[in-house]
């Protein structure tokens, strides 16, 4: 039971490591634009969270 959970474990951090460092760049690029669109709504007097 253990040695299949660990199994399990490996091979999901296997595909997150690969898979989130091919699209690392990607995910950067949205945050900017997300952190842009925040505060263009803020400096309108938008409410930012909503």
Request: glycine content about 10%; charged content about 10%; proline content about 2%.
């Amino acid at each position: 039971m253990l040695t299949t959970i660990a199994t399990v474990l490996v091979l999901l951090w296997l595909i997150g490591f690969l898979g989130f460092h091919v699209l690392g760049g990607f995910i950067h690029i949205l945050l900017v634009i997300a952190v842009i669109m925040f505060l263009i709504r803020l400096i309108r007097g938008e409410n930012p969270v909503r």
